[in-house]
């Protein structure tokens, strides 16, 4: 069955500095992967879509990677804030439908 | 921010009894989905709806129903609540389904429903 994998720990940063979050996927092989940012209390909120074919998508300060052949997302935030804390959910394609990771707590501290 | 409501936003009652969740948008779009989180799980699929009067079940539909009767308008019932059933509950919408364009699908800020 598709299986998708986030790091279940939070991961805490200093304020400044680069957060790098993981979502790995197997069993099948996604068109494209869409990352969303959910706050305590909240729905998610879409943030940025990557196709098959791009290696790499770039919004202000977030940045994706996607590797077809590790099976593997990266979602980077460069120049962290506190406000940027937030758990942050990988969804790739699955078919016809999302299928949605557990998500990453990320902390940033002043 | 789409324009998503759903109702009520929290919710307690006790097993056995039925209960209805209501996802109301004003965006117009085609496709709306029914999903819950749990602990240790991602959001899983329960329902969604491609049109007025046309749904599908998604991965953890048994025990619940769904009805669209008008575009804006998706209803979940829990037909007999079981404490299995305690979650929060969300209803997104889209544009086109996954597996069209990519488009993002737009969320509501959620149900809490606990059963005792």
């Known amino acids: 069955s598709q299986k998708i994998e986030q790091n279940s720990e939070a991961l805490n940063i200093q304020e400044g500095k680069t957060a790098t979050l993981t979502c790995n996927y197997t069993n099948y092989s996604p068109a494209y992967l869409q990352w969303y940012r959910q706050d305590p209390g909240r729905g998610p909120v879409f943030l940025l879509l990557i196709r098959e074919n791009e290696k790499e998508k770039r919004k202000e300060r977030l940045k994706v990677t996607f590797d077809t052949t590790l099976k593997q997302s990266l979602f980077h935030i460069t120049a962290s804030q506190p406000a940027d804390s937030a758990t942050y959910l990988c969804?790739?394609?699955?078919?016809?439908?999302?299928?949605f990771g557990t998500g990453t707590r990320l902390l940033v501290s002043p | 921010d789409a324009g998503i409501t759903q109702s009520p936003r929290h919710k307690v009652t006790e097993t056995g009894t039925p209960v209805t969740l209501r996802c109301h948008q004003t965006?117009?779009?085609?496709?709306m989905y029914w999903y819950r989180q749990d602990p240790g799980h991602g959001l899983r699929l329960i329902h969604y709806?491609?049109?007025?009067?046309?749904?599908d079940k998604g991965e953890v539909s048994d025990g619940y129903s769904v009805s669209r009767s008008k575009t804006e308008d998706f209803l979940l019932t829990l037909e007999s609540a079981t404490s299995s059933q305690t979650s929060v509950y969300f209803c997104?919408?889209?544009?086109?389904?996954?597996?069209?364009?990519?488009?993002?699908?737009?969320f509501g800020d959620g149900t809490r429903l606990s059963i005792l």
């Open positions: 965006e117009n779009h085609r496709y």
């Open positions: 997104a919408i889209s544009e086109s389904m996954a597996g069209g364009r990519g488009q993002p699908q737009h």
């Open positions: 969804a790739p394609l699955g078919f016809q439908k999302l299928v």
């Open positions: 709806s491609y049109g007025v009067k046309d749904t």
